[in-house]
């Protein structure tokens, strides 16, 4: 049996690996967990019981990210040897690979963001191998990368793997009578953040004004809110905002992630974002489900948001079965993928 070693930076990496991890342990692996103290990860890992080894707190600013490389690096890999791991898996992955590499054993690293070039060029080479959807449309290296039918968000929001509690929606904000909508800000400071932005304060006014008209707004955000929005924050759990999604009646916002999430929920996002993913690009090019606005300007702004209105429940739900007649089950190939990687690299003993 294997020793896996997760790294986990980001509370979407709870939400990803939480059913690779019961599946793997069900084999009777061994399966642990390192944590980054970033947002609510770790208390989504708490909340999902999953133990874990706590390795500081995310950095921000270029200098930052740099000092904290370094340093979760060398305390990723202590770990490992302290665990003496037969393979380390992550989201991303820059840590893991550097651990892995310097402890002698393999590594797997699934990702879906392009454009975080440069944590690529310093992740991707020393990987083992590299998972992506098949949308991914930046670099991978040449001979150790595959694709795959499916998004990350179908790890842990498939119909085999999730089913909405509208009692926890009502919990974390949903209306009784009124449509509601979630609106996303997010707090730019993660790597791949940089040079990238989102909505300006006039943008999101008009943002919340116009689906305020029609329905409840519930705003999700990392930072700080400007006092006149500050009632519409959510203020449910973490682990509540995938089963409000699901009852929304639309999403509008800077996270392509949330996006994608709403999209597999059979629920129309607006991406509103200066740069682009390959999975929201795809799910609005194959299936609809997903509205990409890159300029921002008020005329891109308004469009998306006459999309969002118009969308209705019966084009969106033969959109959803679209999709998922398409893709696979990402829980277990992501746990497949870590134990061929296991068996197909020899541990290295350094």
């Known amino acids: 049996m294997a020793s896996i070693l997760i790294d986990v930076c980001h509370p979407a990496h709870v939400h990803f690996f939480r059913q690779p991890i019961e599946i793997l342990r069900s084999e009777g692996h061994t399966v642990h967990v390192s944590s980054r103290d970033k947002d609510v990860a770790t208390q989504l890992l708490e909340a999902a019981d999953i133990a874990h080894h706590p390795l500081g707190r995310a950095a921000s600013g270029p200098l930052g990210l740099l000092k904290e490389l370094v340093v979760r690096d060398w305390q990723l890999w202590r770990l490992a040897r302290k665990l003496d791991?037969?393979?380390?898996?992550?989201?991303?992955?820059?840590?893991?690979?550097?651990?892995?590499?310097?402890?002698?054993?393999?590594?797997?690293?699934?990702?879906?963001?392009?454009?975080?070039?440069?944590?690529?060029?310093?992740?991707?080479?020393?990987?083992?191998?590299?998972v992506v959807p098949r949308c991914y449309q930046g670099w991978l290296p040449s001979g150790?990368?595959?694709?795959?039918?499916?998004?990350?968000e179908l790890s842990y929001l498939h119909p085999n793997r999730f089913q909405p509690d509208p009692a926890r929606a009502h919990a974390g904000g949903l209306h009784m009578e009124l449509p509601t909508f979630l609106v996303r800000l997010v707090s730019w400071t993660a790597n791949h953040d940089i040079g990238d932005k989102g909505l300006g304060e006039q943008e999101m006014t008009r943002v919340v004004s116009r689906l305020e008209a029609v329905g409840h707004v519930i705003i999700s955000a990392e930072s700080s809110l400007p006092e006149r929005f500050g009632h519409l924050r959510y203020r449910g759990s973490p682990e509540d905002m995938h089963h409000l999604m699901a009852f929304c009646s639309g999403y509008f916002g800077e996270s392509a992630t949330m996006a994608s999430e709403c999209a597999v929920l059979g629920v129309p996002a607006v991406y509103a974002a200066n740069s682009s993913r390959g999975y929201t690009d795809e799910q609005e090019a194959r299936y609809g489900l997903v509205r990409n606005v890159r300029a921002l300007?008020?005329?891109?702004?308004?469009?998306?948001?006459?999309?969002?209105l118009e969308r209705t429940s019966a084009d969106l739900s033969a959109a959803r079965q679209a999709m998922l007649n398409e893709c696979i089950d990402v829980a277990d190939h992501v746990a497949r993928r870590i134990l061929d990687v296991v068996a197909s690299r020899p541990r290295r003993r350094g």
């Open 85 to 130: 791991v037969d393979v380390i898996a992550a989201l991303g992955g820059t840590f893991a690979v550097h651990a892995a590499t310097l402890h002698g054993v393999p590594s797997i690293v699934f990702y879906d963001t392009e454009m975080a070039h440069l944590q690529n060029r310093i992740t991707y080479p020393l990987a083992s191998r590299v």
């Open 144 to 152: 150790k990368s595959e694709r795959y039918a499916g998004y990350h």
């Open 297 to 308: 300007d008020s005329e891109s702004i308004e469009a998306g948001l006459e999309w969002l």
